[in-house]
């Protein structure tokens, strides 16, 4: 390709200096760029309010392509299901017997679960809504996993509620705007979550990779008791996430712990459920001052 | 003759019409706005997988059109890209400012270029664009390994040429005359 224009400034005293004038610009750009990312490594809060406003203002933008990302999820679905359906039917007949069975079952076991908490005068905790929200745009261009919910102050929100959806859990609110909330998924290398094996509590931290999976490290050291299929949930120490929230599911082992697979997909997720934060009830104080003692 | 023919574009063959003087201004920095909000609406990811579109179409019209955005305007567009990126603050405009006085640097030095050095250029400083990027997030506490990246990398090197296409589609249609001349 040729050259577009002679852009040279020749002897043109005017034209090198508008040329000297374009380069101190761009050098006072990468400056001004240096300087906003010393600020923000700093304070990291600094401009959380910009870019909570920016937020805001492209909201219903953000809506709309949700919208229409939910639709483009449906077709794809609906054209997979006109070739499978046949075999699709026949199993869903075969699982129904199955949990027609398996309901009887779960009944009783309720029953006696709602027995057993009665003796104990075990309060039910129901898992207590914020408000429900669309995910509207998410960081993927980026190494941190952001997401946005067109959700905000005025729906009730407050940082650090955690997000769950229907299979599991997504994050934890970060920032909050007045329409919309930045929300911290957990594939985020800074997201950290207090998990346990669902069926037996061994204790784990679940870390994000930052690459869609999650790292389990365990607490207890020796031999790994961690294997393929088990599924991690939220334990809820420390507070914040609600105990019994189901995370992740192993994928592979490893020396110390193990890489899960996040049990939420955020891309299969349409609506999320914003929880009040959770915190755990206080031990009640010890009677007399020989408690301590034994 | 040939430049008369209409397979030679819209540019030459409307007579008493001209190009709409705030579209051929505008369009360049709306494009680059829009490519920088578009990752995010695309998809709700858990890994980096889309390219920084926005990145891409600045390198791209500066690669077809030098001088048209100033060098400054790495300030400006990266300013915003900031706002949505997800990155630390102030890492898209210290990135391309930097990429617009790199490629000013290569335009007055190579003048004559062709598609695949244009290529070339473009890998290397979205290369160096997404590692570095990864650089300061780890900077502001991120700790993610150089592994995640590939993938994007990979991604956007490949789609930059659907880009530049885009990009001159857009100029062909930010230089068509239909505004009416009195």
């Known amino acids: 390709m040729a050259p577009p224009a002679n852009r040279r400034s020749g002897f043109s005293r005017r034209a090198q200096y508008s040329t000297f004038f374009s380069y101190a610009a761009g050098v006072i750009g990468a400056v001004v760029g240096a300087g906003l990312i010393v600020v923000s490594i700093v304070s990291p809060e600094a401009f959380s309010g910009l870019r909570s406003a920016a937020?805001?203002?492209?909201?219903?933008?953000?809506?709309?392509?949700?919208?229409?990302?939910?639709?483009?999820?449906?077709?794809?679905a609906e054209l997979a299901g006109f070739f499978t359906s046949g075999k699709e039917h026949a199993r869903l007949e075969r699982e129904l017997a199955e949990a027609k069975t398996q309901l009887?079952?779960?009944?009783?076991?309720?029953?006696?679960?709602?027995?057993?908490?009665?003796?104990?005068?075990?309060?039910?905790?129901?898992?207590?809504?914020?408000?429900?929200a669309h995910l509207t745009r998410?960081?993927?261009?980026?190494?941190r996993r952001f997401a946005t919910i067109d959700a905000g102050r005025s729906a009730g929100l407050a940082k650090g509620m955690p997000v769950r959806s229907a299979t599991g859990l997504v994050g934890r609110v970060l920032k909050v705007g007045e329409f919309s909330a930045l929300v911290l998924l957990?594939?985020?290398?800074?997201s950290l979550v207090p998990v346990r094996r669902a069926r037996d509590g061994v204790p784990a931290f679940a870390q994000g990779n930052g690459d869609g999976t999650i790292r389990v490290r365990l607490i207890n050291?020796?031999?790994?008791?961690?294997?393929?299929?088990?599924?991690?949930?939220?334990?809820g120490s420390g507070g914040l996430y609600r105990p019994g929230t189901p995370m992740a599911i192993v994928t592979e082992i490893l020396r110390d712990g193990?890489?899960?697979?996040v049990l939420s997909n955020p891309s299969d997720t349409d609506f999320v459920?914003?929880?009040?934060?959770?915190?755990?009830?206080?031990?009640?104080?010890?009677?007399?001052?020989?408690?301590?003692?034994? | 003759m040939s430049r008369l023919s209409s397979d030679d574009g819209p540019a030459r063959t409307r007579i008493n019409r001209a190009p709409s003087r705030l579209l051929a201004v505008t369009l360049p920095w709306l494009s680059i706005l829009l490519g920088s909000l578009l990752p995010g609406w695309l998809l709700i990811a858990s890994a980096p997988v889309l390219p920084p579109i926005g990145f891409l179409l600045f390198v791209a019209w500066r690669q077809l059109r030098p001088g048209l955005l100033p060098i400054w305007s790495g300030l400006p567009l990266g300013l915003f890209d900031d706002l949505y990126s997800g990155q630390p603050f102030g890492a898209a405009v210290l990135l391309w400012s930097i990429a617009a006085i790199v490629l000013e640097l290569i335009e007055a030095r190579v003048p004559w270029r062709n598609f695949l050095t244009d290529w070339l250029v473009a890998i290397g400083l979205m290369i160096a664009y997404i590692v570095l990027g990864l650089a300061l997030a780890n900077l502001a506490g991120a700790s993610?390994?150089?592994?995640?990246?590939?993938?994007?990398?990979?991604i956007s090197v490949f789609s930059y040429p659907l880009v530049g296409r885009l990009v001159a589609l857009m100029d062909r249609f930010r230089l068509t005359p239909f505004v009416v001349q009195r």
Request: aromatic content about 2%; charged content about 25%; cysteine-free.
């Open chain 1, 55 to 76: 937020t805001d203002v492209t909201e219903p933008a953000g809506q709309i392509t949700a919208t229409g990302r939910s639709y483009g999820k449906e077709t794809v």
């Open chain 1, 104 to 132: 009887v079952e779960a009944k009783a076991t309720k029953a006696e679960n709602q027995r057993l908490k009665r003796l104990l005068a075990l309060k039910q905790d129901e898992p207590d809504a914020v408000a429900f």
């Open chain 1, 138 to 143: 998410s960081s993927s261009a980026s190494t």
């Open chain 1, 186 to 190: 957990i594939t985020d290398t800074e």
């Open chain 1, 221 to 235: 050291l020796g031999i790994n008791p961690l294997k393929k299929g088990d599924v991690m949930v939220s334990s």
């Open chain 1, 258 to 261: 193990a890489i899960a697979r």
């Open chain 1, 273 to 294: 459920m914003v929880e009040k934060v959770w915190a755990p009830e206080a031990p009640p104080p010890p009677d007399g001052p020989e408690a301590g003692s034994d």
């Open chain 2, 144 to 154: 993610a390994s150089l592994r995640i990246v590939v993938p994007q990398i990979v």
